[in-house]
């Protein structure tokens, strides 16, 4: 029974998620994972419309500290819609990948120069340095072949599970690519242990979206505009220090702020990269209020 509610509901919303929302953005196909496979033979929701390999992707509503036992700062929801894509280097068919063991998903879009690329990602592992796991996003120009990283981040990124650091980002962070050439590409979502394969780390992603007029800046929502959403986002960190002090040295700036589950820092509220969010950064909202929005 199960199994045909999926098939119906599936085949429902690949039907809607066949259309642009509006001529401004347009989703990589189930750019926001909220359509799983309907034709999957095993109970996973595997996400529809994208490639993957034997290993685990899945779209989940939500990944608790509780379930694994992982020094999350919180319960990881959904940035965008009601599921988002999972992927863990725990496999349902371990099958060796040189030293690397991991899972993935890709699919094909195609975009015109000026188009960006936008979405969210959350990295968090059960393991530790000296075995810096990873999680990535990357772009292959089938032109060239040449692969672009436009994310990376690993375990010296998060700090070592079982230790004084936390093993997880504290939330979403926000990522964007703005295309130069137009041309169809590969994107690929993937994580992958390093050297051993003894302890899982997991790698998600919600939220892509293509945009095809985009403001030049401070979409922190990654919806194609700047606008009262992007403000709401900034407000809910207002005087926040948002400076990391392993990465700016800085002794005046508060890790504790930084780490805070409940700001927006990773998506970048404090938009001059000043620390506190305060009227300098609304002032550059302001700036592009309203671009992205075709008249």
């Not at 993937?190 to 401070?218: E, Q, R, T």
């Not at 404090?270 to 300098?280: K, L, Q, R, S, Y």
Request: aromatic letters at 14%; one cysteine or more; proline letters at 5%.
């Amino acid at each position: 029974m199960r199994g045909k509610i999926k098939r119906c509901v599936g085949l429902f919303m690949l039907i809607v998620s066949s259309f642009c929302i509006s001529s401004a953005y347009c989703d990589p196909n189930n750019g926001r994972f909220e359509v799983y496979d309907y034709n999957e033979i095993l109970d996973i929701n595997h996400p529809a419309d994208w490639y993957h390999d034997a290993n685990y992707t899945e779209i989940v509503r939500f990944l608790s500290p509780r379930s694994p036992q992982w020094k999350l700062k919180t319960d990881l929801q959904p940035f965008d819609g009601d599921y988002f894509l999972l992927l863990s280097t725990g496999a349902e068919d371990i099958r060796g990948l040189g030293e690397h063991r991991g899972s993935k998903v890709w699919q094909t879009i195609n975009v015109e120069a000026g188009d960006k690329l936008t979405g969210v990602y959350f990295f968090g592992t059960l393991d530790w340095n000296p075995y810096p796991d990873w999680g990535k996003i990357t772009l292959i120009p089938l032109e060239t072949g040449e692969p672009m990283e436009l994310v990376y981040v690993d375990v010296l990124d998060v700090g070592s599970y079982n230790s004084s650091e936390t093993g997880s980002m504290s939330g979403w962070k926000r990522f964007e690519y703005t295309f130069e050439i137009t041309g169809t590409y590969e994107l690929i979502v993937s994580v992958a242990d390093f050297d051993d394969a003894a302890y899982d780390s997991f790698f998600a992603v919600d939220g892509l979206i293509i945009c095809h007029n985009p403001p030049l800046k401070n979409d922190l929502n990654c919806d194609c505009t700047v606008n009262f959403d992007d403000f709401a986002l900034l407000a809910n960190d207002w005087m926040c220090n948002c400076k990391d002090p392993v990465i700016h040295n800085d002794p005046q700036s508060d890790p504790n702020l930084y780490n805070d589950p409940n700001s927006n820092c990773l998506l970048g509220t404090d938009i001059n990269e000043d620390g506190p969010v305060d009227f300098a950064d609304v002032n550059s909202l302001a700036e592009y209020w309203l671009e992205g929005i075709e008249e």
